[in-house]
């Protein structure tokens, strides 16, 4: 294939993209005084929860176009359930969101404390339900998963140049692909069928070459070291995140360990078993 050829059809992509993008018109956006007023109202639900009548629920901001922050006059406690209602029955009632995530933090160190995710797709996740949140300073950050239409059809005339393009690329560098540079030495460990080259991110069987992301390379190597024991999610929470200063919820475990099973899936004898409550279990029969 000519070069210009190629270089043509992209031009001809970029246009189509662009037209594609105008195209897409969001939807369900809630006017921002309602979004306000139904916010403090939560914060004036939690207190009143906490039994405290006459302090004020600060102006709420807004830290970027989906996520919020309310903030309150004076410390409290509660108990983490409480929020979780308030939240739900509130969105709920005023029809307001069904997506979204809650992160409860401490006014200094800013340090997330408790938090949950209301997913009407993936499903909901409430971790730690009816723990008592002892009086302090708290601020509640409430991120929204915004809603958007999409025309399909306006794609449609994206399929002939990614073809041709898909083509063209899949035949120039199907054996550059194929071939990942790994070092000529016994520098990597044995997972049942697979090499594992940590320093590379690699895992390699006699056929083929699957390249791991930094988190993926780390938590395998953190299983590989544990195999056959019961790996902690807070182990992996804190090697894996926090010690990079990331704030992440217990569903990003879940995530990871479901990457590595897709790429280890080709060796039946390699498992990652669910621990309930505590972590997960790395096994090779």
Not at 17 to 26: F, G, H, W, Y
Request: positive net charge; charged residues 25%; aromatic residues 10%.
């Amino acid at each position: 294939m000519k070069p210009f050829i190629l270089f043509g059809s992209s031009i001809v992509i970029v246009f189509i993209l662009i037209s594609v993008v105008a195209s897409i018109n969001k939807k369900d956006e809630i006017p921002q005084k309602h979004l306000e007023v139904v916010l403090r109202d939560i914060g004036h639900q939690l207190l009143l929860s906490a039994k405290d009548s006459s302090s004020r629920v600060l102006p709420v901001k807004q830290l970027n176009e989906n996520t919020y922050q309310i903030f309150f006059q004076k410390d409290f406690g509660f108990i983490s359930d409480t929020l979780i209602n308030v939240v739900q029955r509130t969105f709920q009632k005023n029809a307001l969101a069904s997506n979204y995530i809650v992160s409860l933090k401490n006014c200094k160190p800013k340090e997330t404390v408790f938090a949950f995710e209301i997913n009407s797709q993936a499903g909901d996740l409430k971790p730690c339900r009816g723990r008592k949140l002892e009086v302090g300073c708290y601020a509640i950050e409430i991120e929204f998963f915004r809603k958007t239409t999409f025309n399909y059809f306006l794609l449609l005339p994206l399929v002939i140049p990614f073809s041709v393009i898909g083509f063209y690329v899949k035949t120039k560098f199907r054996k550059e692909k194929e071939k990942v540079s790994i070092p000529d030495n016994n520098d990597y460990l044995q997972l049942g069928n697979f090499r594992f080259y940590a320093d590379n991110n690699i895992l390699k069987t006699e056929d083929k070459s699957i390249t791991l992301s930094e988190k993926e390379t780390k938590a395998l190597k953190i299983f590989a070291e544990n195999i056959n024991q019961v790996v902690e999610r807070e182990k992996l929470i804190k090697e894996i995140w926090e010690d990079n200063g990331l704030v992440v919820i217990s569903r990003n475990v879940d995530v990871l360990v479901s990457k590595l099973r897709k790429k280890l899936t080709d060796d039946h004898s390699i498992k990652f078993i669910n621990v309930p409550g505590r972590g997960y279990k790395f096994i090779i029969e």
